[in-house]
C-alpha cells in the first residue's frame, strides 16, 4: 500500500513511537495482526501446556493484490498445510464508540471483489479542435457517473442486526437513524444528511448496503496535443454476498449506458460465516472479560481478507484482530490513508486478548 509521506506527521515506514502510538503504514492494517498471531503462537508454547487442537500461524503477503501469491497459493497447492476447522483472520475486534457504549466488530461476512476495466473508443483528432467523439471525454462522463450515483440497495442480515444492534446502544438520533437505513426509500437521504456530519461514518455504511465502485487507474493519451483514440479506467468494484458478478455488471451498465466497454480482470464472491460456533462464543467471553459491558456484534466488512480462500477448504473465517481504540481513533479511516497507527497500550490490550482466546479454545 503506497504512502504520500508529505501527509505524514511521521516516518511512514519508521515504526516511531509518539503520542503513545506506533505509527507507520500497516500499524493497524494488518502487521498488528501479525504480530499479534505470532506472540500467540509464542505463548502457548512457553506455557508448556500441550493443545487439544493444531494451532497454525501463517504469514503470507499479496492480500492487497488478490492472494493470488499468498492464501490463494497455500490453499490451492498446499491445503495440507493450512486445513482447519477455523480461522483467525485481520480486521474485526475494534473498539467502536457510540454515546456511552462500546462495541466491538466481529468480521463474519465481507464483500467478494469485481475489478474490472471501462474502454472507451472515439476519434482521435489534433488537441487543438475539440469534438464530441473524444474517448477521454467518454471515459470521464461514465466514471462522473458512477462517483455520483449510487447503486440499488442490497442489506444482508448480518448487516441488519449489526444496525440494529447499534442501535439498541447508541444515542439519539442515532437510535432513532440507523434502523431507518434499512429502509432503502430512507437510506438515500439520510447518508447524503451524514455525508455533511460524519463523511467517514457515511462512507461506511454506504459501503454496508450495496455494491459500489471506485476507479483507482486511468490511462489515455500520450502526447498533449493529441486526442487519444482509446481511454481506460480500472475500477475496484465490491459485491454484497449473494450478488452475482453479471446482476453487479447490470447495475454498472444502467449507469454508464452503452457508450463504454466493461471486461472483467478478476473476481471472487463474498462470504458469510456462522456466528453460532463456540469459537465465536469464546471470543464473546473474552472481550466481555476485559473490556466489561462492551458489546461484540457479528459484521461485514466492505472489503475483503484472506478469509475467501481459506472458505474454500471449509474453514469458519472470523476477522478478530482485537485493538481496543479510544473515541478519537477512527479505524476505517486509518487502515490506507495518512498517518496510520496503534495506540500501543491498545496493541497489547490485544496481544492479551487474542492470545486467551486461542489458548482457551484449543485447551477446551
Known sequence: ???????????????????????????????????????ALL????????PKRDVIFAAVADEEAGSNLGALHLVEN???????????????GHT???????????????????????V???EPGHGSMPHPGNAVVKLARGLAALGTRRLPQHTTPVVENFLRTLAAGAPSPQRQALPMLLQPRLAGHLLTLLEKKDPSQAMAMNAMLRNTTSPTILEAGRKVNVIPSRARAQVDGRVIP???VESFLREIQAVIGRELKISVLTQHDGTV??????????????????????????YMIPGFTDSFAYGRLGAICY???????????????????????????????GVRVLHEVVSEFVSA
Not at 43 to 50: A, D, E, N, P, Y
Not at 78 to 92: K, Q
Open 273 to 298: 460465516f456462522p456466528s453460532t460456533t463456540p469459537l465465536y462464543e469464546t471470543i464473546c467471553r473474552s472481550v466481555d472479560r476485559h473490556d466489561p459491558g462492551a458489546v461484540p456484534v457479528p
Open 43 to 50: 505463548l502457548i508454547k512457553r506455557s508448556g501446556v500441550t
Open 319 to 349: 476477522g478478530f484482530s482485537p485493538v481496543k481504540l479510544g473515541p478519537e481513533l477512527n479505524f476505517t479511516k486509518m487502515y490506507h490513508g495518512h498517518n496510520e497507527r496503534i495506540p500501543v497500550e491498545g496493541f497489547r490490550w
Open 96 to 118: 467502536l464508540t457510540m454515546g456511552a457504549t462500546r462495541f466491538y466488530p466481529i468480521q463474519v461476512s465481507e464483500k467478494g471483489i469485481c475489478w474490472f476495466e471501462l
Open 1 to 39: 500500500v503506497p504512502v504520500d509521506r508529505d501527509q505524514w506527521k511521521h516516518d511512514p515506514f519508521g515504526a516511531e513511537e509518539a503520542e503513545g502510538c506506533i505509527w507507520g503504514r500497516g500499524a493497524i492494517d494488518m502487521k498488528n495482526m501479525v504480530t499479534m498471531g505470532l506472540m
Open 120 to 122: 472507451a473508443e472515439g
Open 78 to 92: 498446499h491445503p495440507e498445510l493450512v486445513r482447519s476447522e477455523y480461522v483467525l483472520n485481520e480486521v474485526g
Open 242 to 244: 449473494g450478488q452475482s
